[in-house]
């Protein structure tokens, strides 16, 4: 089949990324208010795109797959016909918002050019749902236990060799830019106690109450500078770099967006997260269809949500107006993440380099955005452990959607299959090539495509016992600290969508095997034993490093208001947790 090569002209692809200077928004402040479409960055693409996008799908389909032929290259120089790849991986993403009837919310219209023109994971989702944890998972192929990576300060030793290593090793001009944080060593020493300190038997707010703020100019669309600064970057070194490489290379661009934004202000929004847009961006989301969570009343909450939903500052009473604001400004964060990706999209094509090169977008975890009563995450809730997960590229399936179930640990096998690379034995994770690469399509039956569940842990602050997640293609089994003191969960994603009833007394049977398939992966109550003794040593380390004005110190961490109204009442609970004695049995 001949190749037709259509060209879109560099003042259309410059209108694609300005908004019209006289553009005039509102933000909808009410149920059926509509919103009127926008000639600006996202709203053109589709259409403008699908001119080329045909062309670069016969070319894709043209170009051997990755490993075609049933050859590995794994030689030190990578082949010629070796693809480019690259990693675009945002913060806070909510996964479900990539398919209906999220995608109904925002117009996230290069994420949606990556579904129809690449493979997507329904049900891709965190081994973590922090930052660190989460991230360390993703660059070493391993669970979050296997590296010890407990929290935000704990994550993997900046040496540590990460698949971008091997690439480069293996002939790949390697590239980062933005966010990487998955070394040990980074947040603020309030996000080390709090996480050290979760044992101990109290209940103090450790975040401000969650608020939006709206960007005075109505059209501006930069709104994360910083992001935009590091895409400009990426888009750059392609431009003026990748382009002139003999050897293929691995770009990867890591974003804050659509994390909330940590307040400036002091006083009662102290500490708080802050979900931070412009109209311009507010445009995107339809305000109508934004839902509203159901919550459980507090006092039938589970005890671990009642605790995380506490020191989130969420138990007081929110109005349906503020809750469906925080949403909306949320998604609205969604939608410039979505205008970040599409630059890489855009350049890589203007640089005739996308028919060959291997696009990858994912996040390391969701946003609650009031789900359950909070925000954040630190949860095995779906709006939390659930991200995004999509790939285009040279014979990748086009326009497919992967229902079994997979997480951020497969990053680390996929990379190294997509080059070639033979993979190592020791890995958590598995390549999704033979799930998404036409090379596959009709090997149903290949071996160990992907075992059918994923592992997520949990164990840093905001929740205040060790969390394990098994999830299936029907069940999501949640266990906590020793699998005895805490009582688990159970939910059927298929009936409750929104994990609003627990059935795990209700199937007994059900929750045993679950619970015995778990202990198969991940001696559970070991690990979370392996934490207790490593956060008691690490405050004590901290404790004594400040000497005796250490409840000074503490008292001005995030949770100040809490501490300040009783000090002594909670240095002797911290007191009497030191006391306890470390050994599993006693804990």
């Known amino acids: 089949m001949g190749v037709v090569v259509l060209r879109v002209k560099e003042?259309?692809?410059?209108?694609?990324?300005?908004?019209?200077?006289?553009?005039?928004?509102?933000?909808?402040?009410?149920?059926?208010?509509?919103?009127?479409?926008?000639?600006?960055?996202?709203?053109?693409?589709?259409?403008?795109?699908?001119?080329?996008?045909a062309v670069v799908a016969v070319s894709a389909l043209a170009?051997?797959?990755?490993?075609?032929?049933?050859?590995?290259?794994?030689?030190?120089?990578?082949?010629?016909?070796?693809?480019?790849?690259?990693?675009?991986?945002?913060?806070?993403?909510?996964?479900?918002?990539?398919?209906?009837?999220?995608?109904?919310?925002?117009?996230?219209?290069?994420?949606?050019?990556?579904?129809?023109?690449?493979?997507?994971?329904?049900?891709?989702?965190?081994?973590?749902?922090?930052?660190?944890?989460?991230?360390?998972?993703?660059?070493s192929g391993l669970f979050t236990h296997l590296t010890e990576?407990?929290?935000?300060?704990?994550?993997?030793?900046?040496?540590?060799?990460?698949?971008?290593?091997?690439?480069?090793k293996h002939g790949y001009r390697t590239q980062k830019f933005g966010k990487l944080d998955y070394t040990s060593g980074h947040h603020s020493i309030s996000n080390r106690v709090e996480a050290w300190t979760r044992d101990v038997a109290f209940l103090l707010r450790q975040e401000g109450r969650p608020m939006v703020n709206l960007v005075p100019k109505k059209t501006k669309v930069r709104v994360m500078e910083g992001d935009w600064k590091n895409t400009d970057r990426a888009v750059n070194w392609l431009r003026k770099e990748a382009i002139n490489y003999t050897q293929p290379f691995v770009l990867y661009l890591g974003l804050n967006l659509p994390h909330p934004y940590p307040s400036p202000s002091s006083g009662e929004n102290f500490g708080s997260s802050t979900f931070h847009t412009s109209l311009y961006w507010l445009k995107k989301v339809s305000y109508d269809a934004i839902k509203i969570p159901k919550w459980s009343p507090l006092s039938e909450m589970h005890p671990i949500d009642y605790y995380s939903s506490y020191t989130k500052n969420c138990t007081g009473k929110f109005t349906e107006k503020e809750i469906k604001d925080i949403r909306a400004f949320y998604y609205a964060m969604c939608a410039e993440t979505d205008a970040m990706l599409g630059e890489i999209i855009l350049a890589l094509h203007q640089l005739d380099l996308l028919q060959k090169t291997t696009v990858i977008y994912t996040s390391d975890h969701g946003e609650l955005a009031m789900e359950h009563r909070q925000f954040y995450?630190?949860?095995?809730?779906?709006?939390?452990?659930?991200?995004?997960?999509?790939?285009?590229?040279?014979?990748?399936?086009?326009?497919?959607?992967?229902s079994n179930v997979v997480s951020l640990v497969d990053i680390y096998p996929t990379m190294l299959d997509i080059a070639g690379i033979p993979l190592p034995q020791n890995l958590s994770g598995y390549s999704l090539l033979p799930l998404s690469s036409e090379m596959f399509k009709n090997e149903h039956?290949?071996?160990?495509?992907?075992?059918?569940?994923?592992?997520?842990?949990?164990?840093?602050?905001?929740?205040?016992?060790?969390?394990?997640?098994?999830?299936?293609?029907?069940?999501?089994?949640?266990?906590?600290?020793?699998?005895?003191?805490?009582?688990?969960?159970?939910?059927?994603?298929?009936?409750?969508?929104?994990?609003?009833?627990?059935?795990?007394?209700?199937?007994?049977?059900?929750?045993?095997?679950?619970?015995?398939?778990?202990?198969?992966?991940?001696?559970?109550?070991?690990?979370?034993?392996?934490?207790?003794?490593?956060?008691?040593?690490?405050?004590?380390?901290?404790?004594?490093?400040?000497?005796?004005?250490?409840?000074?110190v503490i008292a001005n961490l995030r949770w100040?208001?809490?501490?300040?109204?009783?000090?002594?009442?909670?240095?002797?609970?911290?007191?009497?947790?030191?006391?306890?004695?470390?050994?599993?049995?006693?804990?």
């Open 11 to 53: 003042t259309e692809l410059r209108s694609l990324r300005s908004p019209p200077s006289s553009t005039r928004v509102e933000l909808p402040r009410g149920r059926g208010r509509g919103q009127r479409p926008e000639a600006g960055l996202p709203e053109q693409l589709p259409v403008m795109l699908l001119l080329w996008v």
């Open 63 to 139: 170009t051997p797959a990755p490993g075609a032929g049933g050859q590995r290259r794994g030689a030190v120089q990578a082949w010629p016909d070796a693809p480019n790849v690259v990693l675009v991986v945002s913060d806070s993403f909510d996964g479900r918002l990539t398919f209906y009837p999220g995608s109904q919310v925002v117009k996230l219209p290069f994420i949606n050019f990556m579904k129809e023109h690449g493979t997507s994971f329904l049900n891709a989702y965190t081994n973590s749902p922090i930052c660190c944890p989460s991230r360390a998972a993703m660059w």
């Open 149 to 168: 990576s407990w929290n935000n300060f704990k994550g993997l030793d900046p040496n540590y060799t990460t698949w971008m290593d091997v690439m480069e």
């Open 377 to 402: 995450k630190m949860s095995m809730y779906e709006a939390s452990a659930h991200v995004p997960l999509l790939i285009m590229g040279p014979g990748i399936k086009t326009n497919l959607q992967v």
């Open 445 to 552: 039956k290949f071996k160990n495509l992907h075992p059918p569940w994923i592992l997520s842990e949990f164990h840093g602050c905001n929740v205040n016992a060790s969390a394990y997640m098994l999830r299936t293609n029907q069940w999501k089994y949640i266990a906590y600290s020793d699998g005895a003191s805490v009582l688990p969960q159970l939910f059927d994603l298929s009936s409750d969508p929104d994990e609003l009833t627990n059935i795990a007394t209700k199937f007994p049977e059900v929750t045993s095997s679950l619970d015995q398939k778990l202990r198969s992966i991940i001696n559970y109550p070991q690990v979370s034993a392996s934490v207790h003794r490593y956060n008691k040593e690490q405050f004590i380390k901290w404790k004594q490093s400040i000497g005796q004005n250490y409840s000074d």
């Open 560 to 587: 100040h208001q809490d501490w300040l109204k009783e000090p002594r009442k909670y240095e002797n609970a911290i007191d009497q947790w030191l006391k306890i004695h470390s050994d599993p049995e006693n804990i």
